[in-house]
């Protein structure tokens, strides 16, 4: 009777369930207690601990006791789970569940349209931010609407709770712990404002600011220092800012960030760190790249479980479309886990971008055959999310006083066959799958009215059973069968075809009793009939559940960087001796015939001939016949970021290229093949001020926080010309609109900037008491750049072309007092390289690049040489991921147009260009005590036909011709496994799409794509 008991309680839960306090009543009141217990299940109170036998017993929606022995009070209604198991219900932390959207706006994917005539300021009404991707005053719980059809798929699963909130913007608002119990809004909300939510895509708005992914950095941190200011100043200003206050108000909820990748990971973690709060960061699935890095912030994750599908690898040249990244991300994903675990990373797991929930308990068991522990997965989805949202005392765990939501299973939960039968959010019973404890398969003799008619064969599992009628005849014809069987209770109905012996439609009803089924039914819908059915045989044995076994797969290693030509290791330093090759050391020593280099803890620690060193104790290459020049030095380079212009607006010093280099671009091992190991990465000339350089060494499988140079002077990127003012736009709404322009843009930021620098430089004088009475200024990132510059701690690099331009900054600089670092293209040079020297300016050109545009006609290849010998610092760049590759090259044309000679040419792309970004105290010429970036080249340096045979950055060899030939043959042979491991995975063939080509983008100077339509583009 116990299973007629557990369902005739659906009725009276459902219903109690209902009552509303304060609401009208359409009926009879029922206001008896929610107070059951529990008797005889293994009750997992939290994720490590469990008791068997236990009793749970919860009143009115909270957990009034629990243990093993328990007295249970009078009066109450028992369910006897003997055999059972209750787990505590999970808790999502990324969702819009029952998030009412209103109308949504797709970013534009027509960038010339966002570029000739931008959106500048928010459109919406009230006193809200400038800008439409901030909107803290957005709470997640103001736009609930219960989602019965949600709530039951996910309470299928097993979950009790999710975190909704908006996903739209860059500050999102607050997120709402909502239950899953089927109740009006006002009784499913466990926590009104539990959290606040960021990301670094600006969302469905139309501004165009901002257009990249270090705009939205700067935005999200402009936004929290203007909240900052807005605090300090309340009272001393009439302004009223409704986002400023939300955000203040939400100040000590808990943070959690989307990111799209395991990079992006390692940005929110500094942008955290710099502001001094925490993120909790939502993931991508991808962290287990980056394990070692992510672990040193010490960051809680929330993290996915949507494991990357298989692809249709029947079409070997579409296979080609597969990167070897998307390749092991699909093998290695499920072990994210594992590796999380191993590393001892908090992290709690969503269904966010799982498009399948049926996948999530496949997903969990495939990850828990990875080596995860059930605990840890048991705490990602329970005791983890409830303690980074800090309502560890409420939900999360099975405990006396905590809510009522735990879930009922026919077994261990990370067993594929058991089933979650119920799940109880809030005290409230939701039914989730029929349950039987009997297996009733097997054969039976059906008899209706006393006659033996049909055998009744009953098969599968026995809480999915299935059922054939077999007619005795000489055909043996099988009748497919409706069965349905619940506890004791059996319904069965079938069509025995006509010209059959007892045709007709039979529908049957009974219960199970002394050993067989009997009941009532009708033929035919017509006449009522008694049946029985008798047991013959039975097979429950043979569909007993088999127990899933770990299975033991072999799996690829995380390389570094995670594609191709990424290594399982990262570089180790080593103490080398090159010998006998041809130095060139591009200082007093000139060439050395028969050299030696002798290079000791990353430094360059000997230079001469014949150097007497314990060979023993190093690496020892043989240069004989090769040459020895310092590593290429680009000044101007667009490689490995993930976008290049902030153009949105005229003046962007706010923003820093720092935020968006990509350490994951073939590119920088390509570029080392070519002897680069130093690149200047450039913000594009979409705005005459644009962003923030970054300098960086090419240390190929490092993050993008290693491969910066430590100590570098700070850059920052001007532009002059047709690309800032947009010439080649049909029209243009952005100012300025003529070179004119252009020069008022810079004198009005440098008189802002002034007038910046002495508001702070008068407020920091006054005392403590004084600044509390007196408003304080704003701190303003884009000014904070400027203001270096006028101070000497930022340096410019300008994009040029025409002299009048060159001039008119020179002048500008001069009437502010300071000076302009470098001109790069400066392709017109050559006719004001006098008035360049004066200035200390110096050159970053191309060798013979002309005519590509109206502003370059004039443009000679004599250009470099020209300056060179007016006492103008010399580089050449490359401005190109594939001229970067052969800078050497554009190096010896100048030895062709000029006359150059050919120590003074190659200096053009090693010891000049590190004098431009001032690091020629440690790069650029082979000097002891100088760091040890060398390229050892088969040939003379400057012929089209030498090819770097190794290049060594901080002595450690990060390209290497040789190895190089065996890293190619890996790569296929890798490709090749996995390819032929997808072939045979699970859902094979023909539900499987082709791989995608994917785009491959060349970022430019004047390329201003979106960063979330040109994301999409790579992906």
């Known amino acids: 009777m116990q299973f007629i008991r557990f369902f005739l309680l659906l ?131 103001e736009n609930l609407k219960f989602d019965e059809k949600r709530s039951k798929e996910l309470r299928g699963i097993g979950f009790g709770a999710v975190l909704s909130h908006n996903m739209d913007g860059i500050i999102r608002g607050t997120g709402a712990l909502v239950s899953l119990n089927d109740n009006v809004e006002q009784n499913i909300i466990i926590k009104d404002k539990a959290s606040t939510h960021y990301s670094f895509a600006k969302g469905s708005t139309q501004q165009n600011y901002p257009n990249s992914l270090m705009g939205a950095v700067a935005l999200l941190k402009q936004s929290f220092l203007d909240a900052d200011w807005y605090l300090h100043n309340k009272g001393k200003m009439n302004e009223v800012h409704l986002s400023f206050e939300a955000i203040n108000h939400s100040q000590s909820l808990p943070k959690i960030i989307e990111v799209r990748d395991k990079i992006r990971v390692l940005l929110a973690q500094k942008v955290a760190n710099e502001m001094n709060f925490d993120f909790i960061i ?40 597969l990167s070897l990244s998307q390749l092991k991300h699909w093998e290695l994903a499920p072990s994210n886990f594992y590796f999380l675990e191993r590393e001892g990373i908090d992290f709690s797991i969503t269904t966010n971008g799982l498009n399948n929930l049926n996948d999530f308990r496949k997903n969990l068991i495939k990850s828990l055959n990875r080596g995860v522990s059930k605990e840890t997965l048991l705490k990602s989805l329970t005791y983890n999310p409830s303690k980074f949202l800090n309502v560890d005392d409420k939900i999360g765990s099975i405990k006396k006083s905590y809510h009522a939501n735990f879930f009922v299973t026919d ?111 009708t033929s035919n819908n017509l006449e009522w009939l008694e049946w029985n059915a008798n047991l013959i045989e039975s097979n429950s044995e043979k569909n007993d559940r088999k127990v899933s076994k770990r299975k033991q797969e072999v799996i690829g290693d995380v390389i570094f960087p995670f594609v191709e030509y990424g290594t399982n290791s990262k570089r180790v330093q080593e103490n080398i001796i090159i010998r006998n090759a041809t130095v060139w050391t591009l200082e007093s020593d000139g060439k050395i015939e028969k050299g030696d280099v002798l290079i000791e803890n990353g430094k360059i620690s000997a230079v001469g001939e014949n150097l007497q060193v314990d060979e023993n104790k190093y690496r020892v290459i043989d240069g004989e016949g090769m040459h020895l020049t310092p590593g290429i030095v680009d000044e101007h380079s667009h490689i490995a970021l993930t976008g290049v212009n902030e153009g949105s607006q005229s003046v962007t010093s706010e923003v820093r290229m720092k935020d968006v280099v990509n350490s994951e671009d073939v590119n920088i091992y390509r570029q080392l093949a070519g002897g680069v190991t130093t690149a200047q990465l450039l913000h594009g000339s979409a705005n005459p001020i644009g962003g923030q350089s970054a300098i960086i060494k090419l240390r190929w499988g490092s993050t993008p926080k290693e491969m910066l140079v430590k100590g570098a002077d700070e850059y920052i990127k001007f532009a002059l010309g047709e690309n800032v003012k947009r010439s080649r736009a049909p029209s243009n709404t952005r100012f300025p609109d003529s070179r004119m322009g252009v020069e008022q843009v810079f004198v009005d930021a440098f008189n802002r900037a002034k007038i910046y620098s002495n508001e702070w430089s008068n407020y920091d004088r006054l005392s403590k008491k004084e600044k509390i009475n007196s408003f304080k200024p704003r701190r303003d990132l884009e000014l904070d750049a400027l203001v270096e510059i006028l101070n000497g701690e930022r340096f410019i690099t300008c994009h040029s072309y025409v002299q009048s331009e060159i001039n008119m900054l020179i002048k500008v600089a001069e009437q502010f007092n300071f000076n302009v670092a470098t001109f790069t293209h400066i392709l017109e040079g050559y006719k004001v390289a006098d008035k360049m020297s004066d200035h200390g300016v110096g050159a970053s050109t191309f060798s013979d690049w002309w005519a ?20 103008v610092v010399t580089a050449i760049n490359s401005d190109s991921r594939e001229m970067a590759r052969r800078l050497n090259q554009e190096a010896g044309k100048s030895v062709k147009y000029g006359a150059m000679d050919e120590i003074e040419a190659l200096k053009l792309v090693t010891l000049n260009p590190a004098k431009l970004i001032h690091l020629d105290n440690r790069i650029g010429s082979i000097k002891v005590g100088k760091d040890a970036d060398l390229v050892l080249w088969t040939d003379h340096p400057l012929s089209i036909y030498t090819k770097p045979s190794k290049t060594i950055v901080d002595g450690k060899v990060y390209f290497d011709i040789d190895q190089d030939i065996k890293l190619r043959k890996s790569i296929k042979e890798e490709r090749a496994r996995i390819i032929s491991k997808m072939k045979g995975s699970d859902n094979p063939g023909s539900n499987r799409r082709f791989p995608m080509r994917r785009v491959d983008v060349e970022l430019h100077c004047d390329d201003v794509f979106d960063y979330e339509v040109l994301s999409k583009i790579l992906n």
Request: no cysteine; hydrophobic share 30%.
């Open 282 to 321: 939502k993931g991508a699935g991808d962290e287990y790249q980056r394990l070692n890095e992510i672990k040193e912030n010490n960051s809680k994750l929330i993290v996915p479980i949507n494991f990357p599908k298989a692809s249709n690898v029947d079409d070997p040249f579409k296979n080609n479309n």
């Open 411 to 521: 077994g261990d939960f990370f067993n594929e066959q058991t089933k979650v039968l119920s799940n109880w959010t809030r005290g409230n019973w939701n039914r989730v799958a029929s349950y039987n404890n009997t297996n009733y398969s097997g054969t039976y003799d059906l008899e209706i009215e006393g006659v033996n008619k049909f055998f009744l064969e009953i098969t599968g599992d026995k809480n999915s059973p299935k059922a054939t009628i077999n007619l005795d005849d000489e055909d043996s014809t099988k009748i497919k069968t409706k069965l349905n069987i619940e506890g004791l209770n059996i319904n069965l109905s079938f069509i025995v075809p006509n010209k059959k012996e007892f045709s007709g439609e039979y529908k049957l009803s009974g219960y199970w009793s002394e050993d067989k089924f009997k009941g009532k039914g």
């Open 852 to 871: 590509y545009k109206n502003e370059v006609k004039e443009a000679i290849p004599y250009n470099a040489a020209l300056m060179t010998m007016a006492g």
């Open 11 to 141: 009725f009276f839960v459902s219903y109690t369930s209902l009552s509303q306090e304060g609401f009208p009543i359409n009926g009879v009141e029922d206001n008896r207690d929610n107070h059951y217990a529990f008797i005889n299940a293994k009750i997992h109170l939290d994720y490590k601990t469990s008791i068997d036998n236990g009793t749970l017993i919860i009143k009115n929606g909270l957990i009034e006791n629990v243990g093993s022995n328990v007295q249970i009070p009078n009066g109450i209604r028992v369910f006897d789970l003997e055999g059972k198991h209750i787990y505590p219900s999970f808790i999502d932390l990324y969702s819009d569940y029952a998030i009412v959207k209103g109308e949504r706006r797709r970013p534009s994917s027509n960038w010339m349209s966002s570029y000739t005539n931008p959106q500048m300021l928010s459109n919406k009404n009230g006193p809200f931010s400038w800008n439409e991707s901030i909107k803290p005053e957005i709470n997640g719980v």
